[in-house]
């Protein structure tokens, strides 16, 4: 077998994955685990060389940064001809959030080495989103309202600041917070959900902005998608809801709503900012629907 395939995004974590990731590779193969590595260049460039390396044979990956490079080489997996293909995934988390991997363990590094040297893995569902323009696939959540914008104004003004970037983006939305309406429904023909929101998320795994348990009922393999409705909360509230994110125990207020599914269709009327595992398009959404154990993430 071919070894772990590493791309490697020198720019994430404020340029400390550029740092730490020669030592870091150095490390698992002093401790036996095979691997060849490439550095990213330009934003999407970890996606064309996923692809290009799929076509060459390899079959494990290694993403090498935050959760925005996970996400770039998510996509570089999917869509492919054969989806049932077995298909590994590892992550050195060295990047800015390092959300998706929390749900394993808080120990970040070391866990991902040691799982990569006990060839640890387990299956994970993948998300698809299709849109007006085409498709995007994720395994960590995909949000729109509040959070997306958040993590919007995260990337543009706050993304070297880490964790404080993004609380710092969520402060100043919290002065405009607003209500939109998302209309979706979780099954064809179901009934459409049309209730302003604070927020809206879609989740495969629980965490997200780094330790905010935005889904703590999310599990990466149960063939559904974890939602989460935050109804139109007003300002004083949510200041004092949003703390509990951090546990979990936001889910108890009676304005926040969930529900698992394994699809879900919008009616949206035009685009509208998406985040979609710390990374923000903008884009109309049609569907997500969930290809159950489709990836095998090493954690």
């Known amino acids: 077998m071919k070894p772990y395939y590493a791309i490697v995004n020198p720019a994430a974590g404020g340029g400390r994955c550029g740092r730490q990731a020669p030592a870091a590779l150095e490390r698992l193969r002093s401790l036996g685990v095979p691997v060849e590595s490439v550095e990213t260049r330009r934003a999407e460039h970890a996606t ?113 600041w880490g964790e404080l970037g993004y609380l710092m983006a969520i402060l100043r939305c919290w002065m405009g917070l607003r209500y939109p309406t998302f209309p979706f429904r979780l099954e064809e023909g179901g009934e459409t959900l049309r209730q302003p929101c604070t927020y809206l998320t879609f989740s495969n795994s629980r965490f997200t902005g780094g330790k905010m348990m935005i889904a703590p009922q999310a599990d990466i393999a149960d063939g559904l998608i974890e939602i989460t409705r935050v109804g139109a909360i007003g300002r004083w509230e949510f200041v004092k809801t949003f703390p509990r994110i951090f546990s979990g125990t936001h889910m108890s207020h009676p304005l926040i709503w969930r529900a698992a599914a394994p699809r879900v269709e919008f009616d949206l009327n035009g685009p509208t900012p998406v985040m979609i595992d710390g990374e923000v398009i903008v884009c109309q959404p049609r569907s997500i629907q969930v290809l159950p154990g489709a990836l095998q993430v090493a954690a």
């Open 48 to 160: 064309s060389l996923c692809r290009e390396a799929y076509r060459s044979g390899y079959r494990r990956f290694l993403a090498v940064g935050g959760d925005g490079t996970g996400f770039e080489v998510v996509n570089g997996l999917f869509p492919r001809e054969d989806e049932s293909e077995p298909v590994t995934l590892g992550f050195l988390p060295l990047g800015t959030g390092n959300s998706f991997l929390r749900d394993f363990s808080d120990r970040g590094l070391d866990h991902a080495v040691e799982a990569l040297v006990a060839r640890r893995s387990r299956p994970c569902d993948v998300m698809r989103l299709t849109h007006a323009a085409g498709a995007v696939h994720y395994i960590n959540l995909l949000s729109i309202g509040f959070t997306a914008d958040a993590g919007e104004l995260t990337n543009r003004r706050y993304k070297g």
